[in-house]
Antibody, heavy 118, light 107 residues
Framework: EVQLVESGGGVVQPGGSLRLSCAAS????????MHWVRQAPGKGLEWVSL????????YYADSVKGRFTISRDNSKNSLYLQMNSLRTEDTALYYC???????????WGQGTLVTVSS | DIQMTQSPSSLSASVGDRVTITCRAS??????LGWYQQKPGKAPKRLIY???SLQSGVPSRFSGSGSGTEFTLTISSLQPEDFATYYC?????????FGGGTKVEIK
């Protein structure tokens, strides 16, 4: 059974940094690309970032490019999102998600909440 | 970026009703579209992939159709557990984009 468990969310001031983690199990982690997707309170879903299975290719939404960095450690079956220069509009529930193919998503974690507020 | 216009944004329906939700893409995306169900406080769950293929374990009352720019998700007979918000996702090209969501509420 695929399991994705996010952690690392919390409250941070504007301009601050936070690192999210996602622990994966139930599948061969390095065979699959992985996504981060976010959902602002009461809003819809917004794709954030993708990393390839070997970590060699990364993609970002324009809204986070230059501020967020996606990475992975295949030896630990873990995915990360380093978030710098955080803005109030980054407040959201952040989901880790497994890719099906490349851009498609088949499984989601339960999410970790990031609140950017002074 | 490909824009996904989902309609309606909300609907009220009764148990047993047939429900149809539509997503329109701003350009052709072949059949590179999935449908997801999200219940309050829960992660999204994939229902349909490749526009019309049913995810394993998903009840057969859910079906998807369409290709190119227009897609539909149909629930043939709405059940109490189907009250949720539904999203489409196009994965034809970077960046992947979601529809705005359809909230299905009890009438």
């Amino acid at each position: 059974e695929v399991q994705l468990v996010e952690s690392g969310g919390g409250v941070v001031q504007p301009g601050g940094s936070l690192r999210l983690s996602c622990a994966a199990s139930g599948f061969t982690f390095d065979d699959y690309a992985m996504h981060w997707v976010r959902q602002a309170p009461g809003k819809g879903l917004e794709w954030v970032s993708l990393i390839s299975g070997d970590g060699g290719s990364t993609y970002y939404a324009d809204s986070v490019k230059g501020r967020f960095t996606i990475s992975r450690d295949n030896s630990k079956n873990s995915l990360y999102l380093q978030m710098n220069s955080l803005r109030t509009e980054d407040t959201a529930l952040y989901y880790c998600a497994k890719a099906f193919g490349w851009w498609e998503i088949d499984y989601w974690g339960q999410g970790t909440l990031v609140t950017v507020s002074s | 970026d490909i824009q996904m216009t989902q309609s309606p944004s909300s609907l009220s329906a009764s148990v047993g009703d047939r429900v149809t939700i539509t997503c329109r893409a701003s350009q052709g995306i072949r059949n590179d579209l999935g449908w997801y169900q999200q219940k309050p406080g829960k992660a999204p769950k994939r229902l349909i992939y490749a526009a019309s293929s049913l995810q394993s374990g998903v009840p057969s009352r859910f079906s998807g159709s369409g290709s190119g720019t227009e897609f539909t998700l149909t629930i043939s007979s709405l059940q109490p557990e189907d009250f949720a918000t539904y999203y489409c996702l196009q994965h034809n090209s970077y960046p992947p984009t979601f529809g705005g969501g359809t909230k299905v509420e009890i009438k």
